[in-house]
C-alpha cells in the first residue's frame, strides 16, 4: 500500500505544536504590549510554553527522519516544491531557534529562567547587557519571521485543501 | 500508483481564493490587534516609557525612570520569623547578597539632588540555588496612584514646560483635581522634604504581596525597611549641592555599614490589596524579618546594579505578586526601559535615533 498519509505521531506532534506555536506567538506579541494584568499571565504561560515546544521540536526532528513523510505530488511546480521545503525547515529551525533564544536572552539579562512551581533552569549564557540586547531583539524579528512563515504556511495548506485539491491538506489530516 | 497527486481533481470558483486570502487576513489581523499595531489607543509599555523619556530628556544607556542613583552591596540577614509564613529561602536564619541601587525618581541622570523629595531604594537578593527577589522601594508610603493609566496621565500632565523647563502647575493641579485617590500621597508629600542623606529614610514596597507559608496559606502583606541610623535625619539636600547623597553615603559608609529592619505588615480582613494609594490603618501585625546590611557603594555606571532590572514581579516561591494592577505595568515598563538602555549599550543601530525621533 502506498504511503498517502503522515505517521500517527508526525499528525499528533504537527496539530498539537501547531496550536503551541500559534498560541506562543500570540502570546508573545501582547504580553510585550501590555501592560494589564494579562503581561503577568502571558509571561508566566510563555517560558514554560517554549521550553515545552523546544522539547517537542527535539522529538519531532528525530520522528522526521525516522519515518518517511508522503511525497508532495508529482505535478506541484518545483519553485512550489522548493517553497515547501525551504518553509518547512524554516519551521524546524525557529521551533528550537526561539525558545533556545529566549532561554539565552533571559539568563544574559541576568534574570532568573523560571518555569512556575519553583522550576528554575540553569543560565545557558552569562549575564551581559550587550548579549541580551542583541539577543531580546533577535527574538522579536525572529518571532515575526516566524509568525509570517506560518502564514505562508497557512496559507499553502488552503491552498493544497481547497484549490489544488491534491491530497496535502488529507496527509495531515489523516482520513 | 500515484492517485495522491489528484484525488479530487482542482477545485474551481473565485469563492475559494476568498476564502484563503480571507483567512489569512484575519489571523494576521488578530496578530495585528494583539501586538497593538491595531489597536494603537492602547496603552502599552512603550508608551508609559517615551512619556518618562520626553519628561527626563534622552540619556543613553541610562534607566528611563530613576536614572539618577548608586550601587551598594551588601547582605540581608534573616531571622526566622518570617519562615512562618513564607518559603522564601531569604527568611531564614541565612545570609544572603544584596546587589542594590539608591535612586532619585524621574529620568534625568544629572538632576540636583533636592528637585524631589523622594528617594528609592531597589534591592536584588539570590539564593544559593539562583532563586531571586526583587524589589522596588520609595521613601513614600503610599503611591500617588492606583492604575497604569493614571500613572501615564500623571507623567504626560508633568511633562516639563520647554519654557521654564518646569512642569506646568495648571496641568499637574488640573490632574491631581481628577484624581482624588491621589489625596493620602499630597498629604505626605505637603510635608516631606528631600532628605539630604539616603541612610536615614524607610523605603516602602507600596505594591502589597502575598506570602505563602509550606501549606499554601497566603497572606498579603506590604514591607518596607526602617534605618537603625538616625544621625542627620531630617536634614535636607539644599540647592547648591545638587550631589550631596552621594557625598553623605560615601562618609557614612566610611564610619561603617549602614543597617535596616525589614518590617513586613500582615493586612487585615478588607484592607485594600489592590491599592496602592491607600495606606492599611493602625493597628497591624507587623514582624522583623531581619536585618538589611549595606556595606558598600559603587558608581552605578560601573557597578553592579547598572545591568539590573529591578522588575518588583521577580520574586521567589514563597513571594507571589497581588492583584496590584501597578505590578504588571512596572514589570511591561521596566522591561522596555532595560531594552531600550541594554541596545544603547550595545550599539544596537536604531536603538537611540528610534527613541530620539520620539521626543
Known amino acids: 500500500m502506498m504511503k498517502n498519509v503522515f505517521s500517527l505521531p508526525a499528525r499528533v506532534l504537527h496539530w498539537s505544536m501547531a496550536a503551541m506555536i500559534v498560541a506562543m506567538l500570540f502570546i508573545g506579541v501582547g504580553m510585550v504590549a501590555s501592560v494589564s494584568g494579562r503581561h503577568a499571565t502571558l509571561v508566566a504561560i510563555h517560558k514554560p510554553l517554549g521550553i515545552a515546544v523546544l522539547a517537542l521540536a527535539f522529538v519531532r526532528v528525530v520522528v522526521r527522519l525516522s519515518s518517511r513523510p508522503p511525497a508532495l505530488p508529482e505535478d506541484l511546480p518545483r519553485w512550489q516544491k522548493v517553497a515547501a521545503l525551504g518553509s518547512h525547515l524554516v519551521l524546524y529551525v525557529l521551533m528550537i531557534a526561539m ?75 489523516g482520513r | 500508483m500515484n492517485q495522491f497527486s489528484s484525488p479530487d481533481g482542482p477545485g474551481r470558483g473565485w469563492w475559494r481564493w476568498a476564502v484563503i486570502g480571507g483567512a489569512v487576513a484575519s489571523v494576521a489581523a488578530a496578530f495585528g490587534y494583539v501586538g497593538g499595531w491595531l489597536a494603537p489607543q492602547r496603552l502599552t509599555a512603550q508608551r508609559i516609557v517615551d512619556a518618562l523619556q520626553r519628561n527626563g530628556g534622552l540619556h543613553p544607556g541610562y534607566r528611563r525612570n530613576h536614572a539618577k542613583g548608586v550601587c551598594v552591596s551588601g547582605y540581608f540577614e534573616g531571622n526566622g520569623e518570617a519562615s512562618n509564613y513564607s518559603t522564601a529561602p531569604f527568611f531564614r536564619k541565612v545570609r544572603t547578597p544584596v546587589v542594590g541601587r539608591f535612586a532619585l525618581p524621574g529620568g534625568n541622570p544629572y538632576a540636583p539632588d533636592n528637585s524631589v523629595p523622594i528617594r528609592s531604594l531597589a534591592l536584588k537578593l539570590t539564593a544559593p540555588d539562583g532563586e531571586q527577589w526583587r524589589t522596588g522601594m520609595n521613601s513614600m508610603p503610599v503611591f500617588p496612584v492606583a492604575t497604569p493609566q493614571a500613572f501615564y496621565e500623571q507623567t504626560v500632565a508633568g511633562r516639563p514646560d520647554p519654557k521654564t523647563g518646569k512642569p506646568d502647575p495648571m496641568k499637574v493641579a488640573a490632574f491631581f483635581a481628577a484624581h482624588p485617590e491621589t489625596a493620602a500621597f499630597r498629604a505626605w508629600a505637603k510635608g516631606a522634604k528631600p532628605s539630604s542623606s539616603f541612610v536615614t529614610q524607610s523605603y516602602y514596597a507600596l505594591n502589597a504581596f502575598y506570602l505563602v507559608d509550606a501549606a499554601g496559606t497566603r497572606r498579603a502583606v506590604r514591607w518596607r525597611v526602617v534605618p537603625e541610623q538616625t544621625a542627620g535625619a531630617g536634614e535636607v539636600a539644599k540647592a547648591g549641592e545638587p550631589n550631596v547623597l552621594q557625598e553623605d553615603l560615601t562618609r557614612r559608609f566610611a564610619e561603617g555599614p549602614q543597617r535596616w529592619h525589614l518590617l513586613i505588615t500582615f493586612a487585615a480582613p478588607g484592607d485594600p490589596v489592590e491599592d496602592a494609594t491607600r495606606v492599611w490603618p493602625e493597628p497591624r501585625t507587623t514582624i522583623d524579618a531581619g536585618a538589611l546590611v549595606i556595606e558598600r557603594e559603587e558608581a552605578q555606571e560601573s557597578g553592579a546594579c547598572r545591568d539590573v532590572n529591578y522588575d518588583p514581579t521577580v520574586l521567589p516561591e514563597g513571594i507571589r505578586v497581588s492583584g496590584d494592577p501597578l505590578l504588571a505595568a512596572r514589570s511591561a515598563a521596566y522591561a522596555d526601559s532595560y531594552l531600550r538602555r541594554t541596545s544603547e549599550e550595545a550599539g544596537v543601530p536604531g536603538a537611540v535615533h528610534t527613541a530620539t525621533e520620539k521626543q
Open chain 1, 99 to 173: 525558545p533556545l533564544i529566549g532561554w539565552a536572552m533571559l539568563a544574559a539579562g541576568g534574570y532568573p529562567v523560571t518555569l512556575g512551581g519553583g522550576v528554575q533552569l540553569p543560565a545557558i549564557v552569562p549575564a551581559d547587557p550587550v548579549w541580551f540586547a542583541w539577543l531580546r531583539h533577535a527574538h522579536r524579528w525572529l518571532a515575526y519571521a516566524f509568525f509570517a512563515t506560518f502564514l505562508v504556511h497557512f496559507a499553502a495548506a488552503l491552498y493544497h485543501a481547497l484549490v489544488r485539491r491534491d491530497g496535502v491538506m488529507r496527509a495531515m489530516v
